[in-house]
């Protein structure tokens, strides 16, 4: 059993700033990849940005120079600083991450969302 648990969620004002930290528990050997969804109503969720265990980062170029995604892995702690937030950042941040448990079995984990909400 893995659990992933996003925090720092809530509402900013349109040019702010938000920290959103996810932490990954249980049965776990590993964690490859790590990465930012996000999905706001009436759309599909959508690819905001990942971070390999070696801290290869890849971005969605809606957020390029604006976020920036770092992991603890000593943690399996995964942060999204997000700065200069715009009103159509506005939706529910979920965690995904690619685990090796401690049987060595291989999967994809999904945390419970976040929801964050910038204001005009």
């Known amino acids: 059993q893995v659990q992933l648990v996003e925090s720092g969620g809530g509402l900013v004002q349109a040019g702010g700033s938000l920290r959103l930290s996810c932490v990954a528990s249980?049965?776990?050997?590993?964690?490859?990849?790590m990465a930012w969804y996000r999905q706001a109503p009436g759309k599909q969720r959508e690819f905001v940005t990942s971070?390999?265990?070696?801290?290869?980062?890849q971005y969605a170029d809606s957020v390029k120079g604006r976020f920036t995604i770092s992991r603890d892995n000593a943690k399996n702690t995964i942060y999204l600083q997000m700065n200069s937030l715009k009103p159509e950042d506005t939706a529910g941040y979920y965690c995904y991450a690619w685990v090796i448990s401690t049987s060595r079995a291989q999967f994809s984990a999904w945390g419970q969302g976040t929801q964050v909400t910038v204001s005009s």
């Open positions: 249980g049965s776990i050997f590993s964690i490859d990849d």
């Open positions: 971070i390999s265990s070696g801290g290869y980062t």
